[in-house]
T-cell receptor
Framework: NAGVTQTPKFQVLKTGQSMTLQCAQD?????MYWYRQDPGMGLRLIYY???????DKGEVPNGYNVSRLNKREFSLRLESAAPSQTSVYFC??????????????FGSGTRLTVV | KNQVEQSPQSLIILEGKNCTLQ??????????LRWYKQDTGRGPVSLTI?????NTKSNGRYTATLDADTKQSSLHITASQLSDSASYIC????????????FGTGTRLTVIP
């Protein structure tokens, strides 16, 4: 089925460890996004890529890096995980960047726990 | 400050009953408002999208309303089913800005037999 695929679905890290969350979309969308979802808060934008070859910070970028590997793939890296990064991470994509009328497709999420 | 507030935080209803979820926002300049359904362990899925000029939009048993003057929206679910159990998230888009999506915290709906 067409959509946004995230891996892994679950991950437990120790403080200080690093890992990369993977995201791929097969809808030929230009733009991709990484959000985090925490209890009692709305989704918050970490980083986004308006088009292949570009990346920009969102609302909460500290502690993260991203790579737009190609048009399909957008990865999120935690270089030194901290307990404050325990969250559910969602990747999303859209045909165009931030157009008010654009539609967004979300992946199923990665539940990350940092102990 | 751009904010989206939803109420109630959680709701439990009997199967077959109707319910209404509320969304108030202060996002400006306003572009559109979307309601998403998020099943447990899944990503949000769009239910409806409404622009400034639209008052009502339906998607099956889901009906969203928008009052742009009072900056309020509601999502009405008719004849609820067990599969309606999910979180419902209100998302308001601003006309401008790189980070122009503002998410509510959601209403957790549980439908019981």
């Amino acid at each position: 089925n067409a959509g946004v695929t995230q891996t892994p679905k679950f991950q437990v890290l120790k403080t200080g460890q690093s890992m990369t969350l993977q995201c791929a979309q097969d809808m030929n969308h230009n733009s991709m996004y990484w959000y985090r979802q925490d209890p009692g808060m709305g989704l918050r934008l970490i980083y986004y890529s308006a088009s292949e070859g570009t990346t920009d910070k969102g609302e909460v970028p500290n502690g993260y890096n991203v790579s737009r590997l190609n048009k399909r793939e957008f990865s999120l890296r935690l270089e030194s995980a901290a307990p404050s990064q325990t969250s559910v991470y969602f990747c999303a994509s859209s045909p165009q960047p931030h157009s008010p009328s654009t539609s967004y497709t979300f992946g199923s999420g990665t539940r990350l726990t940092v102990v | 400050k751009n904010q989206v507030e939803q109420s109630p935080q959680s709701l439990i209803i009997l199967e077959g009953k109707n319910c209404t979820l509320q969304c108030n926002y202060t996002v400006s300049p306003f572009s559109n408002l979307r309601w998403y359904k998020q099943d447990t362990g899944r990503g949000p899925v769009s239910l409806t999208i409404m622009t400034f000029s639209e008052n009502t939009k339906s998607n099956g048993r889901y009906t969203a309303t928008l009052d742009a003057d009072t900056k309020q929206s509601s999502l009405h679910i008719t004849a609820s089913q067990l599969s309606d159990s999910a979180s419902y998230i209100c998302v308001v888009t601003a006309e401008r800005g790189a980070n122009n999506l503002f998410f509510g915290t959601g209403t957790r709906l549980t439908v019981i037999p």
